[in-house]
Structures are given as structure tokens and as C-alpha cells.
């Protein structure tokens, strides 16, 4: 295993912020974290688990382990009567395993086709896009409970998925680190194109479809919506979308007819934060290197030189605009550190 001491964490998140750790482990075995734990050097140390490092704003140096989730390698697992079972290690860039699947055959991912970050983040977020979320894919978690070195197996029901959510990020699980996926997908596809221009970037209609030409559409869109990390560093959307109460929805569209919202299963109204952020005029707005993305309202960017910090101010400053304008109070998507 691969120990550095006071390690550039720059190259290790997309927003490119400079930061340092006072220990860096490349995690490349399941037994290199218990190998970890195992030093008494590092085993009281804070512990911060970082996989593609596209979800995380890191707002000064972290005074303790950072574990690099380096974990490799892909397999289909079998099949049964309704679905394919595949399986993927961690530290596998997710789009790899999307692709993978596509070219192997299988539906099922394509709407989650170029999200940024690692397998080991997709559960932990329960990432979704354009109407589908890991949560309907997912059959199996493989987790390395850092208390105990207990490598467990879960249900999805034992993950506590929610919307962007997940227990391994706030609850029972978030001493865990995880270390493989399995994912279930059905033989019998179920396209779904409701998302504004998907339906129309398929072009031919959807007739003859296939995962392959889905999740080109899907890229092309994310393309043209959203910023390259590595061209123009940022961490996907910075905020969540807020979620509210019927009473909510009423009074903010009283004021704000056109206000776009989305009926939830439990009732409530899922409302974008993108809107409520460019209504508050900061789409494309710039603080030093510190911006957000004239394109799209909700990714911030960092033009260059912009410190963990600017971006944290430039959150806040947008956070208190939507409070002051709407009553709502926008919570951030990444870790912020
Ligand atoms: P958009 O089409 O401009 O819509 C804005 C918001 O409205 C989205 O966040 C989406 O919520 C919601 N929405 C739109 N159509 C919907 C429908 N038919 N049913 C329910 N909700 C609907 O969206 P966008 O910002 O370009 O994003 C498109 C998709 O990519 C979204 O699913 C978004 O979550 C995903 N995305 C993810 C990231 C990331 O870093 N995690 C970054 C950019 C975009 P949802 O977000 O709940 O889908």
C-alpha cells in the first residue's frame, strides 16, 4: 500500500482546489483499509474516504487520512429469468461501467451515462439522471465497516437510499467505506425518455431504441449543458434541489407562477435549483476566479486560481440570495470540507 505523507490533495478533486492531507493511502486491496487501521499512527486519525473526488469541496487541508479508493476491476456476476447481475469494484470510474454494460448488451444505466466520479460514490450519492437513480438498478452493496474490518454485504433496503442520499452518507453506514457494487439490470428494457430533449435528441423517434443510442443522447446533452471538469474544473451540481411542502408551493407560486415543480411520491413538490439560482441573477456571475457556470445556474467553476474558500463564499453568498428572494433555504450536494 502506498503511504504519502502531507499529500497534494489538488489533482485528487475536480474543483482543482489546493489542499494537503497529512496522510495519503492509495487503497488498491480491500486489506490496504484494514492495513490502515491497523497502524496506530493512523488509526485515530480523522478519516476522509475520497474516490473520484467530484463530489467534495475541500475548503483547507485536512488534518487527517484521506483514503484514495483505488479498488479495480469489473465481472458479470450471472443471470437469471429477469436480469443480468454485474459487478464492480469501487474505485472504476462509473461511466466505465456504464459503458461497459452498454457494450456488453445490457440496458439499464444509460440514463446515468457520464456522471463524474468512481463506483464506490454512486450508492453513497444514490446518483441519478434524467429520471432514473442507482437506487432502481442497485442489488448489492459490498462494504468494509471500519470499526469492526468487517467486510459486509448489504441489501439496497439496508442502504437507507433517498433522493441523493444515503445512509453511508448521513446515518448508520457513514462509518463504512465501500468496496464493490452489484447491479441488477432487467433483460426487458424500460426506456425513459420524459426528461426535456432527450426524446428529442433520439431524433428517429423512439422506435428502434437501444441503450447505446440513449445514452448518446444522454452524453450529448450533459455535453453541451455541462462544463468538462477538466477543462473548467467544478463538482457537478452544487446544490439539491429543494424538496417542499404543498403550503410551500402554493405561497412561492402565488408570487411566481411560471416557478417549475415536480409532484414527488410522498406528496411534496421537488422544485430545481438551478431556476431559483438563476432568478436571483447569479448565472454567470464571477468573483475572482470563483464563478458560476454561465450555462447552467446550479455548477460552479473554478476559472484557474479560486481557493476552496472563494468557492465555499460564493456558495454562501448564493445561498443567502435564494433565502432572501424565495424563503428557502438551498443545502449543498458535495461534501464540503
Ligand atoms: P433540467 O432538465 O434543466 O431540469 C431541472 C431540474 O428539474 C432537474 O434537476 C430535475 O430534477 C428536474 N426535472 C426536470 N424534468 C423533470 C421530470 N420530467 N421529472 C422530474 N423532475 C424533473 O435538468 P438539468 O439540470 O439539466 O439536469 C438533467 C439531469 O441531470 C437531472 O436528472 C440532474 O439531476 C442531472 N444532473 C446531475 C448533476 C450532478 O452533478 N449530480 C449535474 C447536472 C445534472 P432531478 O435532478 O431530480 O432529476
Redesign the pocket.
Known sequence: MELTRDADLRPLNTFRVPARAAFLARVEETDDLRRCLALPQLRELPRLVLGGGS?ILLRGDFQGLVLSICLRGMRVLGEDAEATYLRAAAGEPWHDLVGWSIALGHAGLENLSL??GTVGAAPI?N?????VELAERLHAVEALDLASGELRRLQPADCGLG??TSAFKQGALSGHVVTAIEVRLPRQPRWVL????VREALQAGADALDAARVSDAICG??RR??PDPVELPN???FFH?PVVATETLARLRAEHPEL?A?RQADGRY?L????LIERCGWKGQRRGDAGVYPG?A??LVNYGRATGAELWALAEAIRDAVAERFGLLLSP?PLVL
Open positions: 463530489n456522471i463524474p450519492q446518483i441519478g439522471a434524467y429520471g433522493y441523493r420524459d426528461y426535456p430533449g446533452i450533459r449543458k455541462l463538482a457537478g451540481s434541489n417549475p415536480f421537488k430545481s435549483a438551478a431556476w447552467h446550479l455548477v450536494e
